[in-house]
């Protein structure tokens, strides 16, 4: 077992109903100011600042954790072996003080329980690593906006619980002070009981050995091996990957310290691609196969399209249409007609695959769409949302084939202003299939299929690309990564993915219909009797929360660049944030810390509008065969043209909550089998090859260094730095040399070399070979010569259209676009 056995609580009784011994326990930090509980709060378990308060902690959380008894004062002295009598006289004491504040309940017969809503609440564990974890309580909105209020417990109090368990959990702690320059500290606290298992299932790598066997979990939150019995090994053998249901949990009352399971499928030989990215999609909880009734349901569906279908809808097959989709695509959501009019504007239509004309409520089709609520990216694969005859064939907006869409026309300036729009199900035909690179090529050449169309889409979409930054938009570009592989998924290439004028001439109308859709639903409330909002799914992306920025701005402020967090316009002030890191080292690994500053978005029936898009109201509605959410705002659409009622908003909040999370989930995979790639891809490097690459995060146990060329990341550790003692300077994002003075600050460049590479862990291990380094003669900062106070690069001017366009045809694409070109998860 990695972690060994649990000291014992000193909280409960043992399995015979005695007071368990008093044991020693870890010393809580120490914190300077307690919080003190009014009248109608209940009395958070105070930070213990000597030891009358470690005592009334303890006595606190033994009746929290036991709050289903009562105990006279005897029993209580018992359980903590108190015979002084002196510190029985405190003990009573404390006793009384607590029944005084509340968190204590004298009964008829003289005993004392603990109030059972005081001081305990609960939320789902978040593993952090093998030493504590998290727990992230509930809110009322079911929404985190930041984590400050997350409780700190060390593994040893999880009693049992493994990340993703819902859980109550007695808090120790509630100061907001502490630390340096009165920086906030984290809340302690010990889980009291497990509400819900999170996962009972995991993947990992077995070893067999001859009367049991131990799997070793893939989850890098899952710090113990699995225990499998001889007869629950399902036939695996050593070394392959396999699926196995959890059964047996620590017992935190008991002895029994480990976790039992069983073999539920073998997957394969541990490192074949197949089984890995089996392992991904079944570490998260996501499907590899859709059930047999699912896909007989969609087989059943017919293909031909009936007079009927059409009567309903505007016709607008002999309209000029086309698609443009990533090379390798072939589920095509989207689709562009164009039409000049005779008033000199242009007719643009977003053409959107009609999925729910097929996937009715109800239905299986309907059941496992929602389950999944996305398709998933992997890097050699997608799994759909959808069964393939209607994810690739019914549904996909394929070439010379009529089509069953929903749209929304627009009629267009020269300049791009909306003169007029109109929404609702239409029947089109696309005219062509291009690919991203293909179109672009047509643009660069001025030369092949349709021409003026793509020249008129792309002018188009520069003017509302500029207008859509005029307007506050944040123009964020981090890279994501593509791979080459060979026909067995062996990674060859790793490269930046640019992103060209054909993804952002997508993205522009794709966001444009997003926005309008949205707009549209919100205007026909103005008919319903009393105001009531109708209810929509929209996109929301909040405003980032003010200490954020400001630690985000500080980190900027050390490196040489500013960042104005008081600006009235903050849009414009990160601009040309942006704008200033462009062309430096540092300037990914910048902009991903940018991104991971601001909220995340997600899908709600709150009408909270998009902080990034600086959008009043948005929504998804052009994505239907790849995400749930867009099917629900096609289905509310229609809802609402029908002239129906505001529909059921507690019913689309609980579905916006469940796709949230799965989308979370779908990310999460998408970037273990990037990850895992990665690391196979560096795994075939030579021993003595070198790599120019950017120091990326700074750790008190290493410093993360990324590969310039590919994006591949890994630790060089610290104990592998020998040439000094390196201490780590937190607050300067840096690690410096006790003797030399020798500094490693986020974003030097350095030379590396690859030490060791883990595939189960999916990570790498570095060596330095070269570097730069300064050495470190002011503590107070590490702002690098040769930067400006405001951040400009030396040639001391910044395009004042930094948002808007691009000062030529390619950029790297930004975090988030995924496999889908322009349509990412904004």
Not at 55 to 75: G, H, P, R, V, Y
Not at 151 to 157: E, M, P, Y
Not at 308 to 328: C, E, G, Q, S, Y
Not at 716 to 734: A, G
Request: proline share 4%; aromatic share 8%; hydrophobic share 35%.
């Amino acid at each position: 077992m990695r972690n060994g056995k649990p000291k014992q609580n000193k909280y409960t009784k043992d399995t015979a109903g005695q007071p368990a011994s008093r044991q020693s326990s870890p010393a809580r930090p120490r914190e300077k100011r307690v919080e003190k509980a009014g009248k109608s709060q209940s009395r958070s378990i105070q930070q213990a600042d000597s030891f009358l308060d470690e005592m009334k902690n303890d006595l606190m959380a033994f009746f929290q954790i036991n709050d289903n008894q009562s105990f006279t004062q005897e029993q209580v002295l018992e359980h903590f072996d108190t015979s002084d009598r002196r510190m029985k006289l405190i003990m009573h004491g404390l006793i009384g003080e607590l029944q005084d504040e509340g968190f204590l309940t004298r009964q008829a017969d003289g005993s004392y329980r603990a109030d059972a809503d005081a001081n305990v609440v609960e939320g789902v564990v978040d593993h952090v690593n093998s030493r504590f974890a998290f727990i992230v309580p509930d809110t009322e909105a079911g929404v985190r906006r930041d984590r400050d209020d997350d409780i700190w417990v060390s593994t040893d109090d999880l009693a049992g619980a493994v990340d993703g368990d819902r859980v109550r959990v007695v808090r120790f702690t509630d100061s907001r002070n502490g630390g340096r320059s009165g920086a906030k500290r984290r809340i302690e606290g010990k889980v009291a009981s497990v509400v819900e298992r999170g996962r009972t299932e995991l993947v990992g790598r077995i070893e067999v050995w001859p009367t049991y066997g131990f799997v070793v979990p893939d989850s890098k939150k899952i710090y113990d091996d699995i225990f499998i019995p001889k007869e629950k090994l399902g036939g695996a053998s050593d070394g392959e990957k396999v699926i196995v249901r959890l059964t047996k949990f620590p017992d935190p009352n008991s002895s029994k310290q480990r976790f039992e399971g069983e073999v539920l499928t073998v997957l394969g030989v541990a490192g074949q691609n197949n089984t890995e990215m089996h392992a991904i999609l079944a570490e998260f909880g996501l499907p590899i196969h859709f059930p047999a009734d699912v896909e007989q349901e969609a087989e059943a569906i017919p293909t031909k399209i009936l007079k009927k279908d059409l009567a309903k809808r505007r016709d607008m097959r002999d309209v000029t249409t086309f698609t443009i989709d990533p090379i390798d695509a072939k589920d095509f959501d989207d689709a562009l007609s164009v039409q000049i009019l005779d008033n000199g504007n242009y007719e643009i239509g977003v053409h959107i695959a009609d999925v729910t004309h097929y996937v009715l409520p109800g239905s299986k089709l309907e059941e496992e769409a929602f389950k999944r609520a996305t398709s998933v990216y992997l890097v050699d694969r997608v799994v759909p949302m959808l069964p393939e005859k209607l994810s690739n064939g019914l549904c996909s907006l394929r070439p010379n084939e009529d089509k069953l869409t929903f749209s929304a026309v627009f009629e267009l300036t020269p300049n791009a202003q909306i003169v007029n729009e109109w929404f609702g199900r239409t029947a089109i035909h696309s005219n062509r299939r291009f690919a991203y690179e293909e179109a672009q090529d047509i643009l660069n050449h001025n030369s092949g299929d349709y021409l003026e169309e793509l020249r008129l889409l792309n002018e188009l979409a520069y003017k509302l690309r500029d207008e859509r930054f005029k307007n506050g938009a944040i123009n964020f570009e981090t890279v994501e990564v593509r791979f080459r592989l060979d026909e067995n998924g062996v990674p060859l290439a790793v490269y930046p993915k640019i992103r060209q004028d054909t993804n952002k001439l997508i993205e522009e109308f794709m966001l444009l219909a997003n926005k309008r859709v949205a707009e549209f639903v919100h205007s026909l409330s103005k008919r319903n009797k009393g105001g009531e909002e109708n209810t929509m799914v929209y996109r929301v992306h909040e405003s980032p929360a003010e200490d954020k920025l400001r630690s985000f701005s500080e980190f900027a402020r050390k490196l040489g660049y500013k960042l104005n967090v008081d600006d009235e316009h903050l849009s414009n002030s990160m601009n040309r944030f942006m704008a200033s890191i462009e062309g430096k080292p540092e300037a990914n690994m910048l902009q991903q810390l940018a991104v991971r500053t601001m909220s995340k978005a997600r899908y709600s029936t709150e009408d909270l509008g998009h902080f990034g898009l600086a959008f009043r109201r948005y929504s998804h509605f052009t994505s239907p065969i790849r995400r749930y959410p867009d099917m629900m705002a096609h289905r509310l659409l229609q809802h609402y043209l029908d002239k129906g009622k505001p529909a059921d908003r507690d019913e689309y909040e609980e579905k916006c909550r469940h796709s949230s999370e799965r989308e979370k989930m779908a990310a999460e995979a998408e970037r273990a089998s990037i990850k895992y790639k990665q690391v196979e891809f560096m795994s075939r490097m030579a021993p003595d090859q070198t790599f120019e690459g950017v120091i990326s995060g700074v750790t008190e146990f290493g410093i993360f260094v990324e590969i310039t060329e590919n994006s591949c990341e890994g630790l060089v550790r610290m104990q592998d730095l020998s040439d000094d003692f390196y201490e780590y300077d937190k607050d300067n994002y840096r690690i410096i040399g006790s003797r030399t003075k020798k500094m490693y600050t986020f974003g030097d460049a350095v030379v590396v070399r690859l030490k060791e590479t883990n595939l189960a862990r999916r990570s790498m291990d570095f060596a330095l070979v070269s570097d730069s380094a300064g050495r470190a003669t002011d503590l107070s900062t590490s702002r690098r010569p040769g930067r400006s106070e405001s951040g400009s690069r030396s040639n001391g001017s910044s395009s004042s259209r930094s948002g808007g366009r691009s000062k030529g045809k390619d950029s790297v694409a930004p975090k988030g676009e995924n496999r889908r070109g322009g349509r990412g998860r904004r």
